[in-house]
């Protein structure tokens, strides 16, 4: 007569959220965010546009390629700090450097639909800048940081950012970004802010100040870059007939939408010539 034994399966793995202080209200975008100064900033626009409404109201979500944003600049200068700042709403005063590059993940609920940024916290030693280089390609946004209290890491930001560009030939979404806006007294801090509202005009990006150690503008700029850079797939995404709907098969934005249009357009065009 056989014998059974009994299968023992491992228990299911208990997992508990990690108070880590982080609101993750913040995440969920409902119109575009505005930019630190209208002057400054190359992106203009008041609000998401109607083909991005359109679409995100669509009855199956879709599902867009991540944002990958790289933070690049001189050792030193705070990329970590800020990055931590938003990902784990913290700030550690001693100074870590960056080997290689770090990279986090958050995820955004942007018009009711999921859209993931990619933050690649890369090194500013020289002898990492090989490593870092090779994750600079694919690039949606770039980040241009440098320390408000050391001019000249404003001046090397041209340079990182030329690196960045002959790596990422398509359109890349620019921010400059300065840190430790807190230790800088109002008269340096319009000092060094003209010299980055310049330096901001001349390489076409939009300009923010930040302060890790305070939270100033960090949750504002993240936001803003994200929301931007969703808008501006999902309108490549269109014209470029992307499929967006990646993980149920063969569906394509356009299904709903372009050919929506289309009929309406046919639709349009045999009623003025049935009339004339």
Known sequence: MPIYRKNKRP?????????????????????????YSC?????????????????AQAVVPFMLPPCKAIFIGDVSIGKTSLVNRFCHESFAGDYTA?????????????????????????????????????????????????????????????RWLDEALHLNPGPVLKFLVGTKKDLLSNQALCDIELEAIKMAYDINAEYWPVSARTGENVIKLFRRMTALAFDYTVQRAMESNAS?????????????????EKKERKFLKCFNCTIN
């Not at 508990?16 to 609101?23: G, Y």
């Not at 002057?39 to 679409?55: G, I, M």
């Open 39 to 55: 002057q400054v900033t190359p992106y203009r626009e008041l609000d998401f546009s109607e083909r991005t409404k359109r679409a």
């Open 244 to 260: 967006l709907l990646q993980p149920n098969g063969n569906s394509l934005l356009n299904l709903y939408f372009l050919r929506k």
């Open 98 to 158: 960056t080997i290689g590059l770090d990279f986090e993940v958050e995820r955004f609920q942007i018009l009711n639909q999921s859209y993931n940024l990619q933050i690649w916290d890369t090194a500013g030693h020289e002898r990492f800048k090989c490593i870092a280089q090779s994750y600079y390609r694919n690039t949606s946004v770039v980040v241009v940081v440098f320390d408000m209290t050391r001019p000249e890491t404003l001046l090397n930001g041209k």
């Open 11 to 35: 228990k299911p793995a208990s997992y508990e959220v990690l108070n880590n202080n982080v609101d993750y209200g913040t995440r969920r975008i409902e119109q575009l965010p505005r930019p």
